[in-house]
Nanobody, 123 residues
């Protein structure tokens, strides 16, 4: 069983900052990547940033230099520090967990989405 708890969304003025957190819990799985995606009204869900268990990061071009993803492996938690926020960053932000489901000697890749947290950038 996998559970994800997201927090940190809210309303912020342009140029402001927010920090999102996503904590994974449960048993019977091994995490190999975590990431953040977002979906604005009327648009498709898009990648924001990902980080592997080894620390390799990947960012959407639109957030490079403004957002930083980090991970605490001991706590199974991923963070997204968002600086210099713009109105176009307004969206529901979703945490995604990529893991191996451990069943006996079998390792099966799977993924799980959080419930989403609203980020609104407006004056």
């Amino acid at each position: 069983q996998v559970q994800l708890v997201e927090s940190g969304g809210g309303l912020v003025q342009p140029g402001g900052s927010l920090r999102l957190s996503c904590a994974a819990s449960g048993s019977g799985f091994s995490i190999y990547a975590m990431g953040w995606y977002r979906q604005a009204p009327g648009k498709k869900r898009e990648l924001v940033a990902t980080v592997t268990s080894g620390g390799t990061t990947n960012y959407a071009d639109s957030v490079k230099g403004r957002f930083t993803i980090s991970r605490d492996n001991a706590k199974n938690t991923v963070y997204l520090q968002m600086n210099s926020l713009k109105p176009e960053d307004t969206a529901v932000y979703y945490c995604k967990l990529n893991f191996l489901l451990l069943t006996g000697s079998t390792r099966s890749p799977d993924n799980y989405w959080g419930q989403g947290t609203q980020v609104t950038v407006s004056s």
